[in-house]
């Protein structure tokens, strides 16, 4: 289902990065996302944490991880480059837990 998503959303050349890395790939990406959500509690989603902002090619999108609807201790924001309507780069920044 993951695989299904990142390919209707993505350019089939998508790059992902992160802190830790970069990842190439819808097959890399799936599984970067599935190790993060590992080491979450069950049922955890990521869902916005405010307005999508956009232009020019560029997106930025705000977000927490929430489980239940109770919102987590993982907050941070993407930053996308969109090619012909799809992410083709996402810049993922995670915000310091306190």
Known sequence: MRLRAIAELWTVDPILHEKEGTVI????????????????????????????????????LLWRAETGGVPG???GTDIAMIRDGRIAKLYVFLD???
Not at 39 to 48: Q, S, Y
């Open 73 to 75: 201790p993982v907050t």
């Open 25 to 60: 790939g819808a097959e890399a990406i799936s599984a970067s996302v599935g190790a993060l959500l590992s080491r979450l509690p069950p049922g955890t989603v990521f869902a916005p944490a405010g307005v999508a902002q956009g232009h020019h090619g560029v997106a930025k």
């Open 96 to 98: 310091p837990f306190a």
